[in-house]
């Protein structure tokens, strides 16, 4: 069984039209996902599975929907125990542990604010997000690198901490929750326009941003999850995307228990290595996939074939924009398209294609979520026709769900986003005469030289066609003459050796697949992108250190 019906009045639809018109899902009075999901679940079906998790280390767990409730139940009265309270914050720091999820569900319950965030974060990064929050607990993994940033981070942040596992000199955080009771005690019940959780948005163009949602967001999640996602009741999901990120809300908890389906949790420290995934799929039969283009990258110069993936019912993918050589090698090689979706850390999914509503097409971002009513605008806030550059735009409704709420501490920022007519994405895209979305590149992306505007996605398209590229990004390089000129910064793929040759060879090829004004003027190839830590190429830093020189 799954939850579906709770929010919408129907469930299956004839057409996109039908879709859109019909699948915004409703929230139910006073709906709080800790009691109205899992513990609904716990009741009606405690044996349905939850969450199936192993580590690098060979461990594995299994929960159901009756483990999650009762685990839960105790964290919160461990947390009570510690002085949290509703609308504290408290910061996970847990990777892909299966506390997570627990906690998460606990959090929601009490009222406590969960602050999901990276296991990869610097003391510095640390000490900001609990300052800049005031946060009240921390809780964490006990891996050696997340213990020494910690305790770096503690002479600039007072914040009391707990470790799932034993760290001297501090409390484990198993070993207090475990001896709790099952029983929840008598705490008011949050809901609505409550604070649920909040994001520190990756700083790809400045210091993160507090990104704050209510508890009506993880109802707008059902169509992430059953419409993109095309998740299975009873079924095993997978998405590729450790707890400290938005992407974990998106395909790892909200939308995915609401529809049936359990979470696969592959919990690693380290380096990702596409064949460290790959086996698990056949082995655990895992139904549906979910990643960023940057991990399917690495998946297509693998050899699939040695590799069982015909339990893979639909693959999606969101994060950045997917290039179609991409798509290409990875539907020969399986069979299975990837259906692309485009949203923020603010949202849930915005634009995207939705099984046999809207097919995938490689290099397109679909079409509108009944979540929202999306307009191309330009920067007078004036629709744009189709075929013409705008800025996807958020119409906002009387009552918005799945939108951030305010910008903690950002005054200046939340009127800005979400106090007019329209929420702001910053992303510019076209829109064709059935509907249908292309990506273009983030307004502050564009390249402006000698009277042309670039998009950077079609020139990164082009360029990932070459085997020499593994990795691309194209940014505006400062020229005398025509303002900017196109810059190709390379990661090159195995096998292939820098020289002025392959720059003149990848020249070429570009300009054979786009107009001859785009072709990069620059090529510089490097051995590493600059990233954030959530792993999106920071292009700013890129045009930064040209401005340098």
């Given at each position: 069984m799954?939850?579906?019906s709770?929010?919408?009045?129907?469930t299956?639809?004839?057409?996109?039209?039908?879709?859109?018109?019909?699948?915004?899902?409703t929230?139910?009075d006073?709906f709080?996902?800790?009691?109205?999901v899992?513990?609904k679940y716990?009741?009606?079906?405690p044996?349905?599975?939850?969450?199936?998790?192993?580590?690098?280390?060979g461990?594995?767990?299994?929960f159901?929907f009756?483990?999650?409730s009762?685990i839960?139940?105790?964290i919160?009265?461990?947390?009570?125990?510690?002085?949290i309270r509703?609308?504290?914050?408290?910061?996970?720091?847990l990777?892909?542990r299966w506390?997570y999820w627990?906690t998460?569900?606990?959090?929601?319950k009490?009222?406590a604010v969960?602050i999901?965030?990276?296991?990869?974060l610097t003391p510095?990064?640390i000490a900001?997000?609990?300052?800049?929050?005031?946060?009240k607990?921390l809780?964490?993994?006990?891996?050696?690198?997340?213990v020494?940033?910690?305790r770096?981070a503690?002479?600039?942040?007072d914040?009391?901490?707990l470790?799932?596992?034993n760290?001297?000199g501090?409390?484990?955080?198993n070993?207090?929750?475990s001896?709790?009771?099952?029983?929840l005690?008598d705490?008011?019940?949050?809901f609505?326009k409550?604070?649920m959780l909040?994001?520190?948005t990756?700083?790809?163009?400045?210091?993160?941003?507090?990104?704050?949602h209510?508890?009506?967001?993880?109802v707008?999640?059902?169509v992430t999850?059953r419409y993109?996602q095309?998740?299975?009741d009873?079924?095993?999901?997978?998405?590729?995307?450790e707890?400290?990120?938005?992407?974990?809300?998106?395909?790892?908890?909200y939308?995915?228990w609401?529809a049936?389906?359990a979470q696969?949790?592959?919990d690693y420290n380290g380096?990702?290595t596409?064949t460290d995934?790959?086996p698990?799929?056949?082995?655990?039969k895992i139904n549906t996939?979910?990643?960023?283009p940057t991990?399917?990258?690495f998946i297509?110069k693998?050899d699939?074939?040695?590799y069982?993936?015909s339990s893979l019912?639909?693959?999606s993918?969101a994060?950045e924009a997917?290039n179609?050589?991409?798509?290409r090698?990875?539907?020969?090689?399986t069979?299975?398209?990837?259906y692309e979706g485009?949203?923020?850390t603010?949202?849930?999914?915005?634009?995207a294609?939705?099984?046999?509503?809207?097919?995938?097409?490689?290099?397109t971002?679909?079409?509108?979520?009944p979540v929202?009513?999306?307009?191309?605008?330009?920067?007078?806030e004036?629709p744009?026709?189709?075929g013409?550059?705008?800025e996807?735009?958020?119409?906002?409704?009387a009552h918005q769900?799945g939108?951030?709420c305010?910008?903690?501490d950002g005054?200046?920022?939340?009127?800005?986003?979400?106090?007019?007519k329209y929420?702001?994405t910053?992303?510019?895209?076209?829109?064709?005469g059935?509907g249908v979305?292309?990506?273009v590149g983030?307004k502050?992306?564009?390249?402006?030289?000698?009277?042309y505007?670039?998009g950077p996605?079609e020139v990164e398209?082009?360029l990932m066609e070459?085997?020499?590229?593994?990795?691309?990004a194209?940014?505006?390089?400062?020229?005398?003459?025509?303002?900017?000129v196109?810059k190709a910064?390379?990661?090159l793929?195995?096998?292939?050796i820098?020289s002025?040759?392959?720059?003149?060879e990848?020249?070429?090829f570009?300009?054979r697949l786009?107009?001859p004004?785009?072709?990069?003027?620059?090529?510089?190839f490097?051995?590493?992108?600059?990233k954030?830590?959530?792993g999106?190429?920071?292009?700013?830093e890129?045009r930064n250190?040209?401005g340098?020189?």
């Amino acid at each position: 069984m799954n939850l579906i019906s709770d929010f919408l009045n129907r469930t299956d639809f004839d057409s996109y039209g039908d879709f859109f018109a019909n699948a915004a899902p409703t929230v139910p009075d006073k709906f709080n996902f800790g009691y109205d999901v899992v513990d609904k679940y716990a009741r009606l079906c405690p044996d349905k599975r939850a969450i199936v998790w192993c580590n690098s280390k060979g461990e594995e767990r299994e929960f159901n929907f009756g483990d999650v409730s009762i685990i839960s139940n105790q964290i919160v009265n461990c947390l009570i125990s510690l002085g949290i309270r509703k609308g504290d914050c408290v910061m996970t720091m847990l990777n892909r542990r299966w506390e997570y999820w627990m906690t998460a569900v606990a959090c929601h319950k009490l009222g406590a604010v969960i602050i999901p965030a990276t296991h990869l974060l610097t003391p510095k990064d640390i000490a900001y997000r609990c300052n800049g929050a005031n946060v009240k607990l921390l809780i964490a993994t006990s891996e050696d690198d997340v213990v020494s940033h910690i305790r770096l981070a503690m002479d600039k942040c007072d914040v009391p901490c707990l470790f799932c596992g034993n760290v001297e000199g501090f409390d484990n955080f198993n070993d207090l929750f475990s001896t709790q009771s099952q029983t929840l005690p008598d705490i008011e019940r949050p809901f609505g326009k409550d604070i649920m959780l909040c994001y520190f948005t990756s700083g790809t163009t400045g210091q993160p941003k507090m990104v704050r949602h209510n508890f009506e967001y993880p109802v707008a999640h059902i169509v992430t999850a059953r419409y993109w996602q095309q998740v299975v009741d009873d079924g095993l999901h997978l998405t590729m995307a450790e707890s400290g990120w938005a992407k974990c809300s998106w395909g790892r908890i909200y939308g995915q228990w609401i529809a049936g389906a359990a979470q696969f949790i592959y919990d690693y420290n380290g380096r990702f290595t596409p064949t460290d995934i790959l086996p698990f799929i056949g082995r655990y039969k895992i139904n549906t996939f979910c990643a960023p283009p940057t991990i399917y990258r690495f998946i297509v110069k693998e050899d699939l074939s040695k590799y069982d993936l015909s339990s893979l019912t639909h693959c999606s993918t969101a994060g950045e924009a997917l290039n179609a050589e991409v798509f290409r090698q990875f539907y020969e090689a399986t069979g299975q398209k990837i259906y692309e979706g485009f949203g923020q850390t603010e949202s849930t999914v915005i634009l995207a294609n939705y099984g046999e509503f809207s097919p995938p097409v490689p290099g397109t971002l679909g079409k509108p979520s009944p979540v929202y009513d999306i307009e191309l605008i330009d920067d007078e806030e004036n629709p744009v026709p189709n075929g013409c550059e705008g800025e996807i735009a958020i119409k906002l409704r009387a009552h918005q769900i799945g939108l951030v709420c305010d910008y903690k501490d950002g005054a200046g920022k939340t009127p800005s986003a979400i106090g007019g007519k329209y929420y702001h994405t910053g992303d510019l895209a076209t829109r064709d005469g059935d509907g249908v979305y292309r990506f273009v590149g983030r307004k502050d992306d564009i390249i402006k030289s000698s009277g042309y505007r670039i998009g950077p996605f079609e020139v990164e398209s082009a360029l990932m066609e070459h085997p020499a590229v593994l990795e691309c990004a194209i940014t505006g390089a400062p020229d005398a003459l025509r303002g900017q000129v196109v810059k190709a910064t390379v990661v090159l793929a195995k096998g292939y050796i820098p020289s002025e040759e392959l720059k003149k060879e990848l020249q070429t090829f570009v300009k054979r697949l786009t107009a001859p004004y785009k072709y990069p003027r620059i090529i510089e190839f490097v051995e590493r992108m600059p990233k954030t830590v959530s792993g999106k190429i920071r292009r700013v830093e890129i045009r930064n250190n040209d401005g340098k020189n």
